[in-house]
């Protein structure tokens, strides 16, 4: 079957436009989770879905940040008035969620290939 | 301030060598995980350890929990350059209730 897909794969843009980022999580997974990339570096994280609820949003940087997901599916990560230093591979991943408000200790997540994100 | 330190950073040997990649934390966690993620791809699980001072080993990677579930390495016998890519590794915390990655080791396998 398909794997977690993310679009675009690249988006440059200039300081102070917003952007918005997608993805398509593996069908009937119902966690999703965002996570932040600097050249080569480990993942941060910013906000992780439990169906369409965020329990826990502590990771997203600034107000600038925001994220939704609709359907229990789609996730769109949007940042407002972009500045340099959000430039970063965006990754998201998804996972079969386990019982409790977790999504799971031992779940596999599944990522996509990231979208590249360049704020000239 | 990471929660997970990998040791080393980056690591260039030459094909047919023995390595091992360091995860510590001062932190428990209930499960750790490593991934391997090439360029321009998102990482891809390679082992879930649960139990503490568990060992798994996969073809010619030896993964070890310690004992007191802070700590994990990645042992990889005889590299070959397809072994090249970034390393991380991932603990979950039952008492932040999140994934916690490390910062990556870069490995490079020369022919």
């Known amino acids: 079957g398909a794997g977690v897909s993310q679009s675009p794969s690249n988006k440059v843009t200039e300081k102070g436009k917003d952007v918005e980022l997608r993805c398509d999580p593996i069908?009937?997974?119902?966690?999703l989770y965002w996570y932040r990339q600097s050249l080569g570096q480990g993942l941060e994280f910013l906000i992780y879905?439990?169906?369409?609820?965020?329990?826990?949003k502590s990771g997203l940087p600034s107000d600038r940040f925001s994220a939704e997901r609709t359907g229990g599916s789609v996730s769109t990560l949007t940042i407002q008035r972009t500045q340099q230093e959000d430039s970063a591979v965006y990754l998201c991943?998804?996972?079969?969620?386990?019982?409790?408000?977790?999504?799971?200790?031992?779940?596999?997540?599944?990522f996509g290939p990231g979208t590249r994100l360049t704020v000239l | 301030t990471q929660l997970l330190e990998q040791s080393p950073q980056f690591l260039s040997i030459q094909e047919g060598e023995n390595l091992t990649v360091y995860c510590n934390s001062s932190?428990?966690?209930?499960?750790l995980q490593w991934y391997r993620q090439e360029p321009g791809e998102g990482p891809v699980l390679l082992v879930t350890?649960?139990?503490?001072?568990e060992v798994k080993k996969l073809k010619r990677l030896t993964f070890q929990f310690g004992d007191a579930r802070k700590d994990s390495s990645l042992h990889i016998t005889a590299a070959q350059p397809g072994d090249t890519g970034l390393y991380l590794c991932?603990?979950?915390?039952?008492?932040?209730?999140?994934?916690?990655f490390g910062s990556g080791t870069k490995l490079n396998v020369k022919p």
């Open positions: 991943a998804s996972s079969l969620a386990a019982t409790g408000t977790s999504g799971g200790s031992t779940d596999t997540q599944y």
């Open positions: 069908s009937g997974h119902t966690a």
């Open positions: 879905f439990q169906g369409n609820s965020a329990p826990d």
């Open positions: 932190s428990v966690f209930s499960s």
């Open positions: 350890v649960v139990t503490g001072g």
């Open positions: 991932a603990g979950y915390s039952y008492n932040f209730n999140k994934f916690y």
